[in-house]
């Protein structure tokens, strides 16, 4: 079974930067694609970034274009998200899931496994 382990979370200052990791095993890894997705306390969770292992074909949400990176490293079956000018609004904790196959998809539903998440908190 799929299975994913998060890192990289923290408390940081409005402007600083952050580099998630996700940890991937159990299938293999270049034949899905791996989304970033994010939970803040009383809302639903939403699509910040994707990447597809195959073709290297990325996604990101608009509310985080020019600043998240996402990036992978198949050798390591690990995903990266590099996050800069982070705001108070970034803050949630962050997910990684597993693409139900190599297609993108916005919603939680193309996903089919997640991980248990990092906290990232940004104060003004």
């Known amino acids: 079974e799929a299975q994913f382990v998060e890192s990289g979370g923290g408390l940081v200052q409005a402007g600083d930067s952050l580099r998630l990791s996700c940890v991937a095993s159990g299938f293999t890894f270049g034949d899905y694609g791996i989304a970033w997705f994010r939970q803040a306390p009383g809302k639903q969770r939403e699509l910040v970034s994707y990447?597809?292992?195959?073709?290297?074909?990325?996604h990101y949400a608009d509310f985080v274009k020019g600043r998240f990176t996402i990036s992978s490293d198949n050798a390591k079956d690990t995903v990266f998200l590099l996050m800069t000018n982070l705001i108070p609004e970034d803050t949630a904790v962050y997910y990684c899931?597993?693409?139900?196959?190599?297609?993108?998809?916005?919603?939680?539903?193309?996903?089919?496994?997640w991980g248990q998440g990092t906290q990232v908190t940004v104060s003004s």
């Open positions: 990447i597809n292992n195959k073709d290297g074909e990325t």
């Open positions: 899931g597993r693409s139900r196959d190599s297609t993108w998809s916005l919603s939680v539903n193309g996903y089919q496994y």
